[in-house]
């Protein structure tokens, strides 16, 4: 089955202690990206990457860090998470040619809260 | 850099009403358009897209959307509701330029009655 898994899908973690939410597709697909979700705003990007070893900021990057050493995993970091960090992340993927019309494929959510 | 605005962010119709949510976006070229849905505790899901071509598309589970460049709109529509249609529902957007990033709106969450 194709899917978009992420883990773990609940986190609740304090100021500033180092976490790693991992995602991983089975889709052999080069792009992949991470979102969060905050009430009223819907989703914002905050990085992405177009395939292994590239890499780029979304639209929220402050305090993330990402990698992309295989194909099919894209781990977010936040190496000091803080309480504006609370929010609900998706990670998706889709295939990509230049254009953008790939539909995307999302994960099942990681809802963090820090305290 | 563009933008989608969603207008309601609750909408609540009756069963077997019409289900209308409305999207309209900034952007000084087409965009690629798209609706998303998001059931309790899940990932998004595509209900449809607009790319090129035909403006009226239709997506799954009966929902429509037509791309009106006039104005630029991206308005979802279902004839006749349903229980399990209550989710929040996303629109975005994406630019050719900007390869696959997608802008969303705010979301509507839509609450069905019986």
């Not at chain 2, 709109?73 to 994406?94: G, I, N």
């Not at chain 2, 990033?101 to 979301?107: A, C, D, M, N, P």
Request: charged share 15%.
């Amino acid at each position: 089955e194709a899917q978009v898994t992420q883990n773990p899908r609940y986190l609740i973690t304090v100021t500033g202690k180092k976490l790693t939410v991992t995602c991983s597709q089975n889709m052999n697909h080069e792009y992949m990206s991470w979102y969060r979700q905050d009430p009223g705003l819907g989703l914002r990007q905050i990085y992405y990457s177009m395939n292994v070893e590239v890499t780029d900021k979304g639209d929220v990057p402050e305090g993330y860090k990402v990698s992309r050493k295989e194909k099919r995993n894209f781990p977010l970091i936040l190496e000091s998470p803080s309480p504006n960090q609370t929010s609900l992340y998706f990670c998706a993927s889709s295939s990509y040619l230049a254009g953008g019309s790939y539909e995307q494929y999302f994960g099942p959510g990681t809802r963090l809260t820090v305290t | 850099a563009q933008s989608v605005t969603q207008l309601g962010s609750h909408v609540s119709v009756s069963e077997g009403a019409l289900v209308l949510l409305r999207c309209n976006y900034s952007s000084s070229v087409p965009p690629y358009l798209f609706w998303y849905v998001q059931y309790p505790n899940q990932g998004l899901q595509l209900l449809l897209k607009y790319t090129t071509g035909a403006t009226l598309v239709k997506g799954i589970n009966g929902f429509e959307a037509e791309f009106k460049k006039s104005e630029t709109s991206f308005h979802l529509t279902k004839p006749s509701a349903h229980m399990s249609d209550a989710a929040e529902y996303f629109c975005a957007v994406s630019l050719k330029a900007a390869g696959n990033k997608l802008t969303f709106g705010g979301g509507t969450r839509v609450l069905v009655k019986p």
